[in-house]
């Protein structure tokens, strides 16, 4: 009796000499979870890749079509021959190299200066404290609630007095100012130390010297992110040159691709066409600097 009471009394020791010489026994759990969790999370990114990539093979798949297919049922996703008609009737229609061009210099000067002007006026704010700073700030933030829609007609009755209506100013001006720019820039100079600041400034360093030499080259991930932001941002936008370019001449590649479409009336080979190729420069920015975008939105606080 006594040797079953000593067995039964040292099973629990045994118990847990056995978890102490195979601690793989509690962890195993742990790791299956999250193995589990990285399952679904690779399900739910796969899902997603495919809600974007089905769009725009069917747009290449489209323009890739006789256009007499673009309209058959059942929908067929492989035509009967592949053809370039679609791109070809669209680049000969219209003058895609020099819209190409204002989109590019119009977007590259309105980044620039966007990164420029908000660097600056989040560098005041983060480092400076002065009377109506809250104010200010919160005036900028309330900027990011305004749908550019409201301001359309202010801004083009502006540029008409300043004469810049079928301008590159005309179109880069009333672009730069963004208060989601602001934001990101602020978020991320608040988290860099001020001693450098303070160890500059015993050194003779001016405030406009820490700013250029220290601060900024420290916050290349944000403007990484402002940059590529602003950029897509630039060159998508449709409306405000729409309404301030009349010259064919000076109209950006949406706005003349859509004047195309509008020539040609319901060819859906060749608004595909014309899609792709106003996207193309876009993918290629992101295929080059997506880990650029990626560091930039880790470090800049946007998750929140």
Excluded: C
Aim: proline residues 6%; hydrophobic residues 55%.
């Amino acid at each position: 009796m006594a040797s079953q009471v000593g067995q039964v009394g040292a099973a629990p020791g045994v118990g847990l000499d056995v978890v102490r010489a195979n601690p793989a026994a509690t962890t195993a759990p742990k790791e299956r979870g999250g193995r589990l969790g990285d399952r679904i999370a690779l399900g739910v990114l796969i899902l997603f890749a495919a809600l974007w990539f089905v769009p725009l093979a069917w747009a290449v798949a489209t323009a890739l079509k006789p256009e007499a297919e673009t309209t058959d049922v059942p929908v067929e996703w492989i035509a009967s021959r592949v053809t370039l008609d679609a791109f070809q009737s669209v680049l000969s229609a219209g003058n895609l190299p020099r819209w190409y061009f204002n989109s590019a210099l119009t977007s590259l000067a309105i980044t620039a200066i966007t990164v420029l002007l908000a660097s600056l006026a989040a560098f005041g704010l983060s480092r400076t404290r002065f009377r109506g700073h809250n104010l200010i700030f919160g005036l900028i933030l309330a900027g990011i609630m305004v749908p550019g829609q409201i301001l359309i007609v202010p801004l083009f009755t502006e540029m008409q007095a300043f004469r810049m209506v079928d301008t590159y100013w005309g179109i880069i001006l009333p672009q730069v100012a963004s208060p989601v720019a602001v934001f990101i820039f602020k978020q991320f100079f608040d988290g860099i130390p001020r001693d450098l600041e303070e160890a500059a400034t015993i050194d003779g360093a001016s405030r406009l010297r820490v700013y250029w030499q220290i601060w900024m080259p420290l916050s290349r991930s944000a403007i990484a992110a402002v940059s590529i932001f602003t950029f897509v941002a630039a060159w998508n936008n449709f409306l405000w040159p729409f309404i301030v370019i009349t010259d064919p001449d000076m109209m950006t590649l949406p706005v003349g691709l859509s004047q195309v479409q509008t020539a040609y009336g319901i060819r859906y080979a060749q608004i595909m066409a014309s899609a792709v190729l106003g996207g193309l420069p876009l993918l290629v920015v992101f295929l080059f600097f997506q880990r650029q975008i990626v560091q930039g939105i880790a470090g800049t606080g946007i998750k929140g």
